[in-house]
Structures are given as structure tokens and as C-alpha cells.
């Protein structure tokens, strides 16, 4: 009986850990999200302020990085096929 009760307390806890994980994921897509909209509303023209849009990258690339990090945490890492 006391060993069922450990099975199910870690079956607990693994599921409660899954979704912070997705939820994690789920967060940082969106970060991912708004950054990427907000970079394509910053115009790339000759009179665009340089600085700001250079920002945007920056917060865009940094919000890419957090996302590719959490959803090779969670297990879900990219398999690209292979070049023949």
C-alpha cells in the first residue's frame, strides 16, 4: 500500500511539473509573439529611428532564445531532416 502511494504522489507531482512546463512554454510563445509584432510594425526605412528598431531585434532574439530553451526543456527538441 505504501509503495501505490509514493507511485501515485510522483505521478502527482510529474503531471503538476508537465504543466508548468507547457504553461512556461505557452508564456514565452506569446513573449515570442509580441516582440516579433512588435519588430514588423517598426518600419525599415531611411527615417526610421536605427536605435529603437535595433531594439526590437534585440528583444526579439532574446525572446526566441527563452522559447527554443523551454521547448527543448520540455522535450520537444526540432529534428530537421537530413541533407542527402
Same mark, same amino acid.
Given at each position: 500500500?505504501?509503495?501505490?502511494?509514493?507511485?501515485? !504522489? =510522483? +505521478?502527482?507531482? %510529474?503531471? /503538476?511539473?508537465? @504543466? %508548468?512546463?507547457?504553461?512556461?512554454?505557452?508564456?514565452?510563445?506569446?513573449? $515570442? %509573439? +509580441?516582440?516579433?509584432?512588435? $519588430?514588423?510594425?517598426?518600419?525599415?526605412?531611411?527615417?526610421s529611428?536605427?536605435?529603437?528598431?535595433? !531594439?526590437?531585434? /534585440?528583444?526579439?532574439? =532574446? +525572446?526566441?532564445?527563452?522559447?527554443?530553451? @523551454?521547448? %527543448? +526543456?520540455?522535450? $520537444?527538441? @526540432?529534428?530537421?531532416?537530413?541533407?542527402?
Amino acid at each position: 500500500m505504501a509503495l501505490n502511494l509514493l507511485r501515485s !504522489g =510522483y +505521478a502527482t507531482i %510529474e503531471y /503538476e511539473i508537465a @504543466q %508548468e512546463r507547457a504553461s512556461a512554454l505557452g508564456r514565452l510563445g506569446r513573449r $515570442l %509573439e +509580441a516582440a516579433l509584432t512588435a $519588430l514588423a510594425a517598426c518600419p525599415l526605412t531611411a527615417n526610421s529611428d536605427r536605435k529603437i528598431r535595433d !531594439g526590437l531585434v /534585440e528583444q526579439a532574439g =532574446y +525572446a526566441l532564445w527563452l522559447f527554443v530553451v @523551454q521547448r %527543448e +526543456a520540455c522535450g $520537444l527538441k @526540432q529534428n530537421r531532416p537530413s541533407v542527402t
